[in-house]
């Protein structure tokens, strides 16, 4: 189905001109208004009796256009002072920052959506909106599910569910409140992620789904961002949630799920007992090489080793580079944390890796390590580690642990090598599994 937009987008200017000239001034006032006829297929509402539609897209994709504008056809009536088909609206976000600055004061939000004379009125100290006729829309953060205990209303907008760490139990708050008016429904935006309470919502018989990549809002996109963004995510699990917005389910025999990722999640490292930088150097330093895997980890090492716990601090791997350029990184990264140690991989380079390194920092500490057993051996002891809740993450390192998803028992499932999973490794083994065999006895090396 091609909305109106894409027609006249791809009219002659005759035809432009003979439509236009053709509509009333108050039809031509009302244009830009006028959603359903601007509107891309995955924005408008599927027909039919359902309770919940869900849209997934990618990053940009316009799904919160589309939240915003289905709000405004539930709660609009023919004139600004009619009702319309919904009057008690819940807007739930992940915080109630969000739900302001992006439902309703974003830039496809309800506010700017909204006409002039339609336009509600943000009450701030009440946490809600209010249009000229009557309707109301009252905001619930995803923080405090509670807050939907006792409201009750008869259409919601749900914005980013998948991300949110309360998500089941804010739903279902949200659905025993849901009670009002003939046929209550509700509007989920998000991208998806794989979380129980997205794939349940996403099985039940009364939700109805739309889709769409990012690639489908290109028209309101810089031309830039999407050649960037496909350049380095393209043909990742990482891509394909954040840029298709598809739902990329665990693998059999994952080491690392997207669960336990999640629950590794932290917002604030502690004082660190010590810092390394692993490297996991490519085969070649050219353009479409795998990525020299760099990442910074730290770790709290007072007590016994059961008392242990580690933190990645930072992704800092590139691709394409040549040797002083991943040495130049490594050693800034060092630097960056204050790190006590590099350790490098030399399976591929020997001792040429430490010299081009000393070439950027002659007095960098550095040990070198030679892997002498397969990658998913090496990584199972480390994936242990977070099943332990021994080893948690700092946020924005989503492309490495998309390579850590894909590390199964059977082998690595992505394409390339996981550099930066290897780099991981490195880190992990160097403050937490060597040290801890050592503890236990002097003698014994794991590497």
């Known amino acids: 189905m091609r909305s109106g937009a894409a027609w006249l987008a791809s009219a002659t200017p005759e035809t432009v001109e003979e439509f236009l000239s053709g509509l009333s001034d108050n ?15 995955h924005q408008v509402p599927p027909e039919g009796m359902w309770k919940t539609w869900v849209i997934l897209g990618g990053r940009g994709a316009g799904k919160t256009r589309a939240g915003a504008e289905w709000v405004r056809s539930q709660v609009e009536g ?82 980013e569910l998948a991300k949110w760490k309360r998500a089941a139990d804010t739903w279902d708050q949200l659905q025993f409140g849901l009670r009002l008016g003939a046929h209550p429904r509700q509007v989920v935006t998000t991208t998806p992620r794989n979380v129980a309470v997205l794939k349940a919502i996403l099985k039940n018989p009364s939700t109805v789904i739309t889709h769409a990549p990012t690639e489908a809002n290109r028209a309101y996109l810089a031309a830039s961002f999407l050649e960037e963004v496909r350049a380095r995510y393209g043909g990742t699990r990482l891509g394909a949630q954040e840029l298709d917005g598809m739902l990329v389910e665990d693998l059999e025999g994952a080491f690392w799920t997207a669960a336990l990722l999640e629950a590794a999640r932290v917002e604030e490292v502690p004082p660190l007992d010590r810092i ?55 050693v800034e990264a060092f630097h960056r944390h204050g790190a006590d140690r590099l350790v490098a991989e030399v399976n591929q380079g020997g001792e040429l890796v430490r010299e081009v390194i000393h070439q950027e920092d002659p007095l960098l500490p550095v040990r070198l390590v030679h892997a002498s057993r397969g990658k998913a051996v090496r990584a199972e002891p480390v994936a242990a580690l977070y099943e332990q809740e021994r080893v948690a993450h700092v946020r ?52």
């Open 78 to 159: 023919a004139g600004p002072l009619d009702e319309g088909a919904a009057r008690r609206v819940a807007l739930v976000g992940e915080t109630v920052d969000q739900v302001r600055e992006v439902m309703i004061f974003g830039d496809s939000g309800i506010m700017a959506c909204s006409p002039p004379d339609r336009r509600p009125e943000w009450q701030a100290t009440r946490r809600r909106l209010v249009w000229p006729n009557g309707a109301e829309a009252r905001v619930f953060s995803a923080h405090e599910p509670e807050s939907l205990r006792g409201p009750q209303f008869d259409a919601a907008w749900v914005d």
């Open 396 to 447: 924005g390192l989503l492309p490495l642990e998309d390579q850590m998803a894909q590390m199964t028992r059977a082998g690595f499932q992505g394409r390339g090598s996981p550099d930066r999973m290897d780099a991981l490794v490195w880190a992990i083994h160097e403050l937490m599994i060597e040290p801890a065999a050592a503890f236990r006895d002097p003698r014994v090396r794991t590497l």
């Open 27 to 41: 039809a031509l006032l009302s244009l830009p208004w006028m959603f359903e006829f601007w509107a891309l297929p």
């Open 276 to 330: 390394v930088v692993a490297v996991d150097p490519p085969v070649t330093g050219k353009a479409g090489s795998d990525a020299c895997g760099i990442v910074v980890a730290g770790a709290v090492t007072k007590g016994a080793p059961k008392d242990w716990r580690a933190y990645v601090l930072e992704d800092a791997s590139v691709t394409g580079a040549s040797p002083n350029q991943w040495a130049r990184a490594a």
